[in-house]
């Protein structure tokens, strides 16, 4: 159900929105008012998540195909504007989190895989959609990460396409407000998707324990606490912020060693997410061919 107004007649796409914080940034999008284009895989769970917002009586389609493929990125952003008209935001939200090694072991293909899903698909997206933003005076918001901001041990090329990110859409923010369009970063914390469960990741429980006692408030976030800065940002209540990281983190930038464990009970209770778990863990955590 439609139950705000703060997307009302925008039109969304979101990437890497069938599953973890894509999926609850797209479902946020339908319920204040926008009509979403959910892109994805095709093996990811894209369909479900459009059956399901349109369950809700809110507007959403599909797309799937390999986002970080020009010809694909432009086909997603020609089907958003042929059935809903225009295209007033891009979430650059797609990742993977393939492999955890110390350098010495890391595989190549695994750094090669993040360049292609972590950042090609951000440039390729962006560039295919500015021509459309450039109409609406619309706004893109790209994945950043704490990693991007401090670096994460085992995963270091990951934290790097992180920073890249960052400085790409701060470079964009500058250039793009010629057109009247703005641009901006959410950089996740820990959060509750697959990526951060030894059981759905490539991380181990000793990795896990340890990011949860990183962050002063104890526990990972939700995918919908992210979704909801996410909405911000690319409302127009935002209509001044351009260039900005905003961090959705759990403190974890701004602590230092094992905080985690004096955490008040208050903040550290994992809140129930509202996607169903297994389906939040159904993400995209390995190479695929
Ligand atoms: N989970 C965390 O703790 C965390 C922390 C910081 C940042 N992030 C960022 O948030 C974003 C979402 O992460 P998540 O945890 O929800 O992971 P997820 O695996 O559940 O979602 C990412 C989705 O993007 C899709 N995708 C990746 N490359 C694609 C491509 N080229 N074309 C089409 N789809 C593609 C994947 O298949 C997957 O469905 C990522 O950019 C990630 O870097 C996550």
């Known amino acids: 159900m439609i139950t705000g107004n703060r997307l009302k007649d925008k039109v969304a796409i979101v990437t890497g929105g069938g599953s973890g914080i894509g999926e609850a940034i797209c479902k946020k999008f339908a319920q204040e008012g926008a009509s979403v284009v959910v892109a994805g895989f095709p093996e990811d769970p894209v369909e479900k998540v459009v059956k399901e917002i349109q369950k809700e ?20 952003v020609k089907l958003a504007v042929r059935e809903f008209g225009k295209l007033d935001i891009l979430i650059n939200n797609a990742g993977v989190f393939p492999e955890v090694n110390m350098l010495q072991d890391y595989s190549e293909e695994a750094f090669d895989y993040m360049v292609k899903n972590n950042l090609r698909s951000a440039f390729v997206m962006s560039k295919a959609a500015l021509p459309e933003l450039h109409k609406t005076k619309g706004n893109i918001v790209s994945a950043g990460s704490e990693a991007g901001k401090i670096g994460i041990a085992q995963n270091a090329p990951y934290g ?12 964009l923010a500058v250039e793009q407000a010629q057109f009247g369009v703005r641009c901006n970063l959410v950089g996740p914390g820990p959060i509750d998707t697959a990526w951060t469960h030894a059981s759905t990741g490539p991380m181990d429980s000793k990795m896990v324990k340890t990011m949860k006692e990183a962050t002063p408030m104890g526990r990972r976030g939700t995918p919908e606490e992210v979704a909801n800065v996410y909405l911000f940002l690319a409302s127009d209540e935002a209509s001044y912020v351009t260039g900005a990281l905003y961090m959705v983190d759990g403190g974890i930038t701004v602590a230092k060693g094992g905080v985690g464990s004096q955490a008040d009970s208050s903040m550290k209770d994992q809140p129930d997410g509202e996607l169903e778990l297994k389906h939040s863990k159904d993400g995209h955590t390995e190479i695929r061919n």
Do not use: Q, R
């Open 57 to 76: 009586g809110e507007v959403a389609l599909g797309y799937t195909g390999d986002l970080s493929v020009m010809g694909e990125a432009e086909s997603c």
């Open 160 to 171: 790097g396409t992180k920073g890249f990110m960052h400085a790409f859409m701060k470079g």
